[in-house]
């Protein structure tokens, strides 16, 4: 079983930018993918963005061209750079490791890292 454990979370202004990273116990190859989470006050729980153990990358529509998902092998490290962000975007998130059947499968959550984004 593998522990996740994330970091880098903060508040942040509008328009800014917040680096989270996703520790793992274990070799994150293990997992055909990585992903990040977010779940807000009151909301569902919401797939951001995912990377494979091929590099392919999926995100959210909504935070194309804003976040970015990378992972470091070596270190069994998964990033989540995220730039302009928004008051919406204030959540909880989690990283998680899991499979790709048809769509990404989380089968280990992280504690989760909170983002809140105000002025």
């Known amino acids: 079983q593998v522990q996740l454990v994330e970091s880098g979370g903060g508040s942040v202004q509008p328009g800014g930018s917040l680096r989270l990273s996703c520790a793992a116990s274990l070799s994150i190859r293990s997992f055909s993918a990585m992903g990040w989470y977010r779940q807000a006050p009151g909301k569902e729980r919401e797939l951001v963005a995912v990377i494979t153990n091929e590099g392919t990358t999926d995100y959210a529509d909504s935070v194309k061209g804003r976040f970015t998902i990378s992972r470091d092998n070596a270190e069994n490290m998964v990033y989540l750079q995220m730039n302009s962000l928004r008051p919406e975007e204030t959540a909880r998130y989690y990283c998680?490791?899991?499979?790709?059947?048809?769509?990404?499968?989380?089968?280990?959550w992280g504690q989760g890292t909170q983002v809140t984004v105000s002025s």
């Open positions: 998680t490791a899991g499979y790709v059947s048809r769509s990404y499968r989380p089968g280990y």
